[in-house]
């Protein structure tokens, strides 16, 4: 158990639709991470957020966006939703003032989307 | 931009055969190293990790070393088992205001008895 938690496991949406995302991160960590993983992609940064702030963007769609709340967890927000949606989403959170050189994120179990 | 490029699977091993999984990245600046497994159903999880150029990280049997003449990270592991079955992804990070993750696609390890 990572520490990170993730809700809903499974969602399963029509075309169109918007669904919303939840992250606990671990406990004291500032930092959160969305990830998606797809079979033509493989797993991508999406997003960062530090405390409550946006820190670095990745290969985000328009149609999707997050926040980070003052209690640290995320919620990432899907919207006009399409087939090449369909994905596994993960979050990661980390301590990035830790000051080491790397940074290691803990990864969620992951929220699977299915967009029919 | 970074990339990882990893051996395409899948690979199919019998228990405590040895293995290997090549990784190769391109990065602007100097990159940490990582090894991630995904066992079924569940999230990501660090295996090793290596920092600097000949580093070698190492955790359950499993070794890698930081090449950066070569620009590589292969995995090994002497004698595999039927629980190493899962998908192992190479990873690295530049560091630096963030610590994005730029993961190969990903290599599917099933270990037969």
């Known amino acids: 158990d990572s520490g990170v938690t993730q809700t809903p496991k499974h969602l399963i949406t029509a075309t169109g639709q918007r669904v919303t995302l939840r992250c606990s991160p671990r406990?004291?960590?500032?930092?959160v991470y969305w990830y998606q993983q797809s079979l033509d992609q493989g797993l991508q940064f999406l997003i960062q957020y530090y405390n409550g702030e946006e820190r670095a963007k990745g290969n985000i769609l328009e149609r999707f966006s997050a926040q980070q709340f003052p209690d640290l967890h995320s919620e990432l927000n899907l919207s006009s939703l399409e087939l090449g949606d369909s994905a596994l989403y993960f979050c990661?959170?980390?301590?990035?003032?830790?000051?080491?050189?790397?940074?290691?994120?803990?990864f969620g179990p992951g929220t699977r989307l299915t967009v029919l | 931009g970074n990339s990882v490029t990893q051996m395409e699977g899948p690979v199919t091993l019998s228990e405590e055969a040895f293995l290997t999984i090549n990784c190769t990245y391109t990065a602007t600046g100097y990159p940490s190293l990582f090894w991630y497994v995904q066992y079924p159903g569940e999230g990501l999880q660090l295996l090793l990790k290596a920092t600097k150029a000949d580093d070698k990280g190492s955790n359950k049997g499993f070794e890698a070393t930081y090449r950066k003449e070569t620009t590589s990270f292969h995995l090994e592991k002497g004698s595999v088992q039927v629980s190493d079955s899962a998908v192992y992804f190479c990873a690295l990070s530049t560091g630096g205001s963030n610590y994005k993750l730029t993961f190969g696609k990903g290599t599917l390890l099933t270990v037969n008895p």
């Open positions: 406990s004291g960590d500032l930092s």
């Open positions: 990661a959170s980390s301590d990035p003032s830790s000051g080491r050189v790397y940074n290691e994120q803990f």
